[in-house]
């Protein structure tokens, strides 16, 4: 199994920038897929990222398409999540998530979760 944790999040205003990180430890982040997830107060949880192990595909969504850059460093074990051009919309809790079979949008078929972290964007 693996097991993720994602250190950091924060506030910003908008326009501003952050970028999360999710550290995984007992396996390997290039045995995975990874994706992020994120959910609001009141919402249901909304697909935000994702890529396969071989990192050829990498799957936005439309709300966050030129602004936000999903990305691994093997050697770190790590997944990131590069937020530019932060909105007040992208307030919200974001998870981290690990499959080993590619699953794109679908959250109900990734097997590990982290905790999340707030990202708070106001003015």
């Known amino acids: 199994q693996v097991q993720l944790a994602e250190p950091g999040g924060g506030s910003v205003q908008p326009g501003g920038s952050l970028r999360l990180s999710c550290a995984a430890s007992g396996r390997t982040v290039s045995n995975y897929a990874m994706a992020w997830f994120r959910q609001a107060p009141g919402q249901e949880r909304e697909f935000v990222a994702a890529m396969r192990r071989s990192d050829d595909i990498l799957l936005y969504a439309d709300s966050v398409k030129g602004r936000f850059t999903i990305s691994r460093d093997n050697a770190k074990n790590t997944v990131y999540l590069q937020m530019n051009i932060l909105k007040p919309e992208d307030t919200a809790v974001y998870y981290c998530?690990?499959?080993?079979?590619?699953?794109?949008?679908?959250?109900?078929?990734?097997?590990?979760w982290g905790q999340g972290t707030q990202v708070t964007v106001s003015s």
């Open positions: 998530a690990a499959t080993p079979v590619y699953s794109g949008r679908d959250y109900i078929r990734y097997n590990y």
